[in-house]
């Protein structure tokens, strides 16, 4: 198996606060990983440097063989690592059917726009229904899956969810997942931090838990511990 | 009255097609960077002047003026962006800081026209020779161009913002920089994009009026302060709204110089923005928050 994503070493922080203390991490061809871990722990800190939304003080991001560290989101989208940010608002003033078309306005998600467009509406009915609504008018939910349906849209080589199903009902957490396992089903590699830690085992090959600003441990599905040993993880074993 | 009213109207229709032709241009940039750029009136002037040396010093003709003073303004424009605007991103004091920067450009742009150019006033000619007749008014021809032109211009920029990807970018960045770019929107050629765009308003703006007011260094430095009441009058953010608010203040202004005469008209605008900024503090047209 090839390494799609390495990352190696990886610090970055916002101004003068470091969130980041070296994460490695690595997903290979054709896989799903799963990251979770604690709030405020640098998961999103850590996705949002991949993307290019921050720049890295230390440490290496190579995507495909390439190294991407540090370089523009717009050029770490066109090589095809797209990411559907956590609790998207997406543009408030803009329709369901526009926000998409626009996604697509980057040069990996040109061409062959129209039958992605098919398979969004096909995963997401809903957004077919809501075509000419704005973004602001839409519930919680849908928003999430106009969020995943943009990023669909750019044509995703690894495409990496943050909390895809942050504050939805259970019933909606459901419709949610069921269209994530979808897509990894088509064989899309995927990264998702969730909370929930057994619909990530059931998704991903591997899970990363992320730990003030490191990765604390790997867990491979093969050998992965019981329900009790995970809560341990997140509380401390003196929690219980 | 009725002899006086009509050629008002027409005037104060004029004046609101040269404020809707300003304002899209400040609101364009407010939109999509949320900056204000204040040498938005220098940029005006510079079109003029530039289209006057080639159009009349170097005698290549208006439709040549034209063309070099709009692309001097779009030169000007993102190197503006560039250079004074650019640096500034992230910056949480960004509009502050650029407030200044941009102030700074207008000072530089309009002492180097100044020094460059001299004191001597300067004329563009017409676009069109001869008269017209609005609503039973007789209107130089060149000012009926700009009434019928600003519409279509606006129409235009709202074809291009609401139907076509790269000016729905600007709209997407306008809203949401960071999501944006993660759909891999090019924020910061997004924001050249819209300087440029911007500019070439400026510059159109500033050559259509060197034919109507003399060409001096503070040619749309005047101006610009009703455009900016424009602006914020129609409650920064849609074209629609923007556009709208352009004609209410021109045909108001237009009024108000019959019933109060010049001296008075400026302060009783800004009386009439704040009235309406405290009743309605989101704009006339603006939509609550």
């Known amino acids: ?240 | 009255m009725d002899g006086v009213l009509i050629p008002t109207l027409v005037s104060g229709l004029l004046l609101g097609s040269l404020y809707a032709l300003m304002a899209s241009g400040l609101s364009l940039i407010w939109t999509t960077l949320g900056v204000f750029n204040f040498a938005h009136g220098a940029l005006m002037t510079l079109g003029a002047y530039i289209a006057w040396t080639v159009s009349e010093q170097l005698g290549l003709g208006l439709a040549a003026g034209f063309v070099a003073g709009i692309g001097a303004a779009v030169i000007a424009g993102v190197l503006i962006e560039l250079l004074l605007v650019r640096p500034f991103y992230g910056n949480r004091n960004m509009m502050l800081i650029t407030v200044m920067t941009t102030l700074a450009a207008s000072t530089i742009l309009e002492r180097g026209i100044s020094m460059i150019w001299g004191p001597r006033l300067k004329q563009l000619p017409r676009t069109l020779d001869g008269q017209v007749n609005l609503l039973g008014a007789p209107v130089s021809a060149h000012e009926a161009l700009i009434i019928v032109l600003a519409p279509a211009v606006l129409l235009a920029l709202w074809w291009y913002t609401g139907r076509t990807l790269s000016g729905r970018s600007l709209r997407a960045v306008g809203q949401n920089r960071s999501a944006a770019a993660l759909l891999g929107i090019d924020v910061p050629r997004t924001f050249s994009l819209a300087f440029g765009l911007s500019a070439a308003l400026a510059g159109l703006t500033g050559v259509l009026l060197g034919s109507i007011r003399f060409v001096t260094p503070g040619l749309g430095a005047d101006p610009l302060v009703n455009a900016m009441i424009v602006v914020i009058f129609g409650g920064l953010g849609s074209l629609g709204a923007t556009a709208g608010a352009a004609y209410v203040i021109g045909l108001l202004e237009a009024l108000l110089v019959l019933w109060l005469g010049l001296y008075w008209t400026p302060s009783v605008l800004f009386v009439a923005l704040i009235l309406v900024l405290v009743f309605r503090p989101n704009g006339l047209f603006g939509k609550a928050a």
């Open chain 1, 1 to 240: 198996m090839t390494r799609l994503l390495e990352v190696t070493g990886l610090h970055a922080g916002y101004s003068a606060v470091p969130v980041l203390h070296g994460i490695d991490l690595h997903l290979d061809a054709g896989e799903a990983i799963g990251l979770f871990g604690p709030n405020g722990h640098g998961k999103t800190t850590l996705l949002h440097t991949v993307s290019g939304l921050l720049k890295p003080t230390k440490g290496s991001v190579r995507f495909d063989g390439q190294d991407i560290t540090g370089a523009k989101p717009s050029a770490i989208v066109a090589a095809g690592l797209v990411q559907a940010q956590q609790g998207n608002t997406l543009f408030g003033d803009m329709g369901v059917q526009e926000t998409l078309e626009l996604a697509a306005f980057n040069p990996r998600g040109r061409s062959g726009a129209q039958t992605r467009l098919d398979e969004v509406h096909a995963l997401f009915p809903r957004l077919a229904e809501r075509r000419r609504q704005r973004a602001r008018t839409l519930s919680g939910g849908e928003r999430q899956m106009l969020s995943i349906g943009c990023a669909l849209m750019c044509n995703p080589r690894l495409l990496i969810l943050d909390e895809p199903t942050l504050g939805l009902s259970p019933r909606l957490k459901g419709e949610l997942r069921e269209a994530i396992a979808e897509i990894a089903r088509k064989g899309v590699p995927l990264i998702v931090v969730e909370q929930d830690v057994e619909f990530l085992l059931a998704l991903s090959s591997r899970l990363y838990l992320v730990e003030q600003g490191e990765v604390a441990r790997m867990i491979d599905r093969a050998d992965a511990p019981d329900h009790k040993e995970i809560m341990d993880m997140y509380f401390g074993e003196q929690a219980h």
